[in-house]
Each structure stands twice: as C-alpha cells, then as structure tokens.
C-alpha cells in the first residue's frame, strides 16, 4: 500500500482527531517528511486536511462534502457478474454541471470505461417524462452510473426496479438503523413519509452497428438535505428531504458519502443476487399496493384502477373498474382522493 493510502487510513479512523506528524510517522514507518508529502497529495485529491502546528493534521469533519477519493475506494475494486466486463469504478466529482447523465453518457460513449459521476448541483437536471429534477447546491446526491452493459437493453428492464431497491434500502441502512423507513412508488420514485425523496432517471443507448458499444445510465436524484429556501412551488407538495427536521437521524457525518456508496453497493449487489430477494424488497416497500389509482400513461391517457401487486417482471397489476386486469410497464402512478 502506497505511503498517502497508509496515512489516508489512519486519518480515517482517527477522523476529527488531530494525530502529529510525528504519530504518523511512527505508526506506517516512514519520515515525517514523507508524511507531509502524503499530506498534500491527497490535499491535490479533494481530501480537506486540517495542519496545525503542534497538534497535527485531522481529516476535516464536513458533512456536507462529497468526495469523489473516498467513494472510489470504497467502491472498487467492482465485483460484478451483471456486468462482465465491470472491475473498476472512476469517480468524477463536478462542483457544477448540466445534468450528471448527460456528463456521465458523453464518457462513457468515449472512453468506453465505466464511470460514476456525482455533482453538487446540476443547472440542467433531468427528470422522467421530460420534467427538471430540481437538484441545488450542497443539499443533493446527484449522481449517474454509465457503463456498457454487454446486454441488449430490452435484456434490462428489471434495472430501474433494481436501483430504487438500492436506493431506498441505503436511505434504510445510512439514516434510519436499517428500518424499514423509505417506500416506492411504481416504478422508481422513493418516499419517506408522505413526500417523494428520490429519483431515478434510466436511460438506454444502443448501437445497432456496434452491439459491443452499448451503454446504460443510471441517473439518481437524492434530496438528502433541506434547500435553504425549501423547494420550488411547482413541487413544494409533494418533494421532501430525508433530513428534513421531524426525523430521527443517527448520525449526520459524510452523509452524502456514505448514502452514495451504499446505493451503489446495493445495486451491483441485488444484480448479482437471487432475482427473488430483490423483488421481494421491491413488493414489501410498494406502497400503493391495495390503493385505487390514477395512472398517466402518455400511450392511453389516463384511467383508474386498483393496484393488485407487481408481476415477476416488475410490471403493475391492476384491475379496472369493469374487472378487467392489466399488466402495466410504464406510466405515472398517484394516490390522491378522488
Ligand atoms: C425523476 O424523479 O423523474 C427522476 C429524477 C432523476 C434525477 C437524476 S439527478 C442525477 C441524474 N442527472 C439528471 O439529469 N437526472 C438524474
């Protein structure tokens, strides 16, 4: 292991903690000197080191830094059996952008490789069906999985289902003690309470000459913190944080990090696992199962049905008030009294 990955590991665990240059030194068996030349290369690297004379250097507690470093090493090296040709995972940290998907897509159709793009706010944020994913500064994981799948992406349908599995058991896990706290809605909107905290923006492109240079985005929206100024009047009804005040929090360090991590451990997890264990996360966190619904499907309109569960494929099963049933694949779902 190199001299700056030792040194990273024992600020880690001694994170907030001033440990002197000379501690350092001792504990990995190097000089002092190369521990300050450790010190600023991973200063180069994003990593926000506290240098006080006489006491040391502390990796700054900061809850609300991403850290593209960080989320890298915890995420690599990838095991994938989904992805075959998936063992290494780049991080890219953007303070600004468009929209991570777009980022995300242009490099991976370039490069070929495999890449996680994560940015503190997007100024062209994309949601489903055409809408902005409102995404400000320094309260959102905004953040766009591509790579080229080696599938056909009719073979991937089960994808979206899969991610907002991730998502909502890693808001379980990070924030809420692994309670079973965050719901979906069909297909892919993650609430907590009464407000939608989550979304995930899949997006497929195919290569008709060349197969081979297919890729898949996956694009999630995280409302993690509240906005200063709380959220636009357009979705002010509906959208929610999940460390938003009246909830029970265990501990607000690397949040961002953290719940970044864990979604993305979670999704290369549940593609590997048992179809099974994925699903059944899925229908037990589906709230609008045994609801009467308004659905919007831009093929059919609109129309009213109860929801009787979810097919083996993911699909929504309804029945209609003339007691006919229908297995839906895509369309907008919601709750309200009508
Ligand atoms: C939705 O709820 O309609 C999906 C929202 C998806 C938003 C994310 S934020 C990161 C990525 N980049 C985008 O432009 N959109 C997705």
Do not use: H
Not at 96 to 116: C, Q, Y
Not at 151 to 166: G, H, L, N, P
């Amino acid at each position: 292991m190199k001299t700056k990955d030792r040194v990273l590991e024992l600020l880690e665990e001694n994170r907030g903690n001033f440990l002197s240059g000379q501690e350092i030194a001792d504990k990995i068996s190097v000089t002092r000197a190369s521990v300050w030349k450790a010190i600023k290369a991973l200063e180069n690297q994003g990593y926000k080191i506290d240098a006080v004379t006489n006491r040391g250097y502390r990796l700054r507690l900061d809850i609300s830094e991403i850290n593209a470093a960080i989320i890298e090493k915890s995420l690599n090296p990838v095991k994938s059996q989904y992805f075959l040709d998936v063992d290494y995972l780049k991080v890219i940290y953007e303070s600004e952008i468009t929209s991570t998907n777009d980022f995300a897509s242009g490099l991976v159709r370039e490069s070929g490789e495999p890449v996680l793009v994560i940015a503190d706010t997007q100024t062209k944020g994309r949601g489903r069906r055409g809408r902005n994913f409102f995404s400000p500064k320094g309260t959102g994981i905004y953040m766009s999985l591509a790579l080229r799948s080696g599938k056909r992406i009719s073979e991937m349908t089960e994808i979206t289902a899969v991610a907002a599995v991730s998502v909502s058991k890693a808001i379980d896990d990070v924030i809420f003690k692994g309670r079973d706290v965050a719901k979906i809605k069909w297909v892919n909107d993650i609430f907590v309470g009464q407000r939608k905290v989550a979304g995930i923006l899949t997006e497929g492109f195919s290569s008709f000459e060349e197969p081979d240079e297919s890729y898949i985005v996956i694009g999630f929206g995280i409302n993690v913190f509240c906005p200063e100024n709380g959220f636009p009047k357009e979705i002010k009804d509906i959208a929610g944080a999940i460390a938003d005040g009246g909830l029970e929090i265990d501990n607000y360090d690397d949040l961002r990090n953290k719940l970044a991590i864990k979604v993305i451990q979670n999704l290369f997890e549940y593609l590997d696992a048992k179809k099974e264990d994925c699903l059944n996360v899925y229908r037990k966190k589906m709230f609008i199962i045994g609801n009467y619904v308004r659905i919007e499907d831009y093929k059919s309109g609109i129309k009213y049905a109860y929801v009787i569960g979810v097919s083996d494929d993911y699909r929504l099963e309804v029945r209609y008030d003339d007691e006919s049933v229908d297995l839906l694949s895509s369309g907008e779902v919601s709750t309200q009294k009508y």
